[in-house]
């Protein structure tokens, strides 16, 4: 199948070069090179596609859960966040978005390459699971995404008030514009975590093991981060203020070093979600030991390869488990480009 030849570093590649094609802007300008610049972006976007439905169809073949490994799981939130910066680079060419969202992306693309590519087993419940998963999977990219406009608020904001000339030629959006997503992402962000919270918990009483709900440092520092959340949305529905200028850029800063600490104890310290196992750093830490390999590492690994394919050659034909094509059975529909506010951020 022409899916599984996509590998991770296809996309990656694409992301890179259009990166350094928006660096490039800062520089010169170019009417080609944007289009150029999107180009990459597209190409890599549908390699990324074709990489997870061939992620997702093996993982059916043996049934277990499609696209849920902490590997799929990385992928598909910088796939959603690629999704979203194409759709500002169509619409606000002149300002520079990229500068700040891919290389988030690019981050969850090299962690996923580290993370645990096996797929968890199937939930109790799929509808449950299904909603634990796209809620945290929403809130992941809702917070990078608070995070990029928090930046770009900082920088923005000390420019006017120093006046002094941006950096290069960066272009940033306005600061009403800027405050807006602030709030915006800092209330969805609470509700995600609210329905990843509660749809966890769900899925823990139908596992009848609440108490192990309880001895997973994941849990807690989720419940901190919806806690800080929850708090930030009831004040500033009070305090106005507080939903005003630095103070909410600072908030979405803060709510992205919640967002590091889960993702840490997520994938490096316990297999959440997945019942007991290995710890995920040994995984992490067997993959940078042996990142690139070595000669002598290649030679065994090629003697290897020949002896399993003469172990495979005298096996019956019949052996082998024949694999379909993974039909979807249903749509998801990601809307995060309801963040954005109507109008020129310029």
Same mark, same amino acid.
């Given at each position: 199948?022409?899916?599984?030849?996509?590998?991770?570093?296809?996309?990656?590649?694409?992301?890179?070069?259009?990166?350094?094609?928006?660096?490039?802007?800062?520089?010169?300008?170019?009417?080609?090179?944007?289009?150029?610049?999107?180009?990459?972006?597209?190409?890599?976007?549908?390699?990324?596609?074709?990489?997870?439905?061939?992620?997702?169809?093996?993982?059916?073949?043996?049934?277990?859960?499609?696209?849920?490994?902490?590997?799929?799981?990385?992928?598909?939130?910088?796939?959603?966040?690629?999704?979203?910066?194409?759709?500002?680079?169509?619409?606000?060419?002149?300002?520079?978005?990229?500068?700040?969202?891919?290389?988030?992306?690019?981050?969850?693309?090299?962690?996923?390459?580290?993370?645990?590519?096996?797929?968890?087993?199937?939930?109790?419940?799929?509808?449950?699971?299904?909603?634990?998963?796209?809620?945290?999977?929403?809130?992941?990219?809702?917070?990078?995404?608070?995070?990029?406009?928090?930046?770009?608020?900082?920088?923005?904001?000390? $420019?006017?008030? #120093?006046?002094? !000339?941006?950096?290069?030629? &960066?272009? +940033?959006? =306005?600061?009403?514009? %800027?405050?807006? *997503?602030?709030?915006?992402?800092?209330?969805?962000?609470?509700?995600?975590?609210?329905?990843?919270?509660?749809?966890?918990?769900?899925?823990?009483?139908?596992?009848?093991?609440?108490?192990?709900?309880?001895?997973?440092?994941?849990?807690?520092?989720?419940?901190?981060?919806?806690?800080?959340?929850?708090?930030?949305?009831?004040?500033?529905?009070?305090? $106005?203020?507080? #939903?005003?200028? !630095?103070?909410?850029?600072? &908030?979405? +800063?803060? =709510?992205?070093?919640? %967002?590091?600490? *889960?993702?840490?104890?997520?994938?490096?310290?316990?297999?959440?979600?997945?019942?007991?196992?290995?710890?995920?750093?040994?995984?992490?830490?067997?993959?940078?030991?042996?990142?690139?390999?070595?000669?002598?590492?290649?030679?065994?690994?090629?003697?290897?390869?020949?002896?399993?394919?003469?172990?495979?050659?005298?096996?019956?034909?019949?052996?082998?488990?024949?694999?379909?094509?993974?039909?979807?059975?249903?749509?998801?529909?990601?809307?995060?480009?309801?963040?954005?506010?109507?109008?020129?951020?310029?």
């Amino acid at each position: 199948m022409f899916f599984s030849r996509i590998h991770i570093f296809c996309f990656l590649a694409s992301y890179t070069v259009a990166l350094a094609l928006e660096f490039s802007r800062l520089w010169f300008r170019s009417g080609l090179r944007g289009v150029v610049m999107l180009g990459f972006v597209v190409a890599g976007w549908f390699a990324h596609t074709a990489f997870l439905y061939n992620r997702a169809a093996v993982a059916v073949a043996a049934a277990g859960a499609p696209l849920s490994s902490n590997q799929d799981w990385l992928l598909l939130a910088a796939w959603v966040l690629v999704m979203v910066y194409f759709y500002l680079a169509c619409y606000h060419p002149a300002t520079h978005f990229g500068v700040f969202f891919l290389p988030l992306a690019l981050g969850l693309i090299a962690a996923a390459h580290f993370a645990d590519p096996n797929a968890l087993p199937r939930e109790p419940s799929q509808i449950w699971g299904f909603i634990h998963g796209i809620s945290i999977l929403l809130a992941t990219v809702t917070v990078l995404f608070g995070f990029a406009a928090g930046l770009m608020y900082l920088e923005q904001a000390d $420019r006017l008030k #120093r006046r002094r !000339r941006p950096f290069l030629k &960066l272009r +940033l959006p =306005s600061l009403e514009w %800027l405050q807006t *997503v602030n709030g915006r992402t800092m209330l969805a962000s609470m509700l995600l975590v609210g329905v990843a919270v509660v749809s966890g918990i769900v899925l823990n009483l139908l596992k009848a093991s609440p108490a192990a709900l309880w001895k997973d440092p994941v849990v807690w520092v989720t419940l901190a981060m919806f806690g800080w959340l929850l708090l930030h949305v009831i004040i500033g529905a009070f305090y $106005r203020p507080i #939903r005003q200028g !630095r103070k909410v850029a600072y &908030l979405t +800063l803060v =709510s992205f070093v919640f %967002l590091v600490i *889960v993702l840490m104890g997520m994938f490096l310290t316990t297999k959440h979600g997945g019942g007991a196992g290995q710890s995920q750093m040994e995984n992490c830490k067997w993959k940078i030991a042996n990142f690139g390999g070595s000669l002598d590492g290649g030679a065994t690994s090629v003697q290897g390869a020949i002896h399993a394919a003469s172990i495979a050659a005298s096996k019956p034909r019949a052996s082998y488990p024949q694999f379909s094509i993974f039909n979807l059975q249903s749509a998801i529909r990601i809307s995060p480009f309801s963040l954005v506010p109507a109008g020129d951020p310029s």
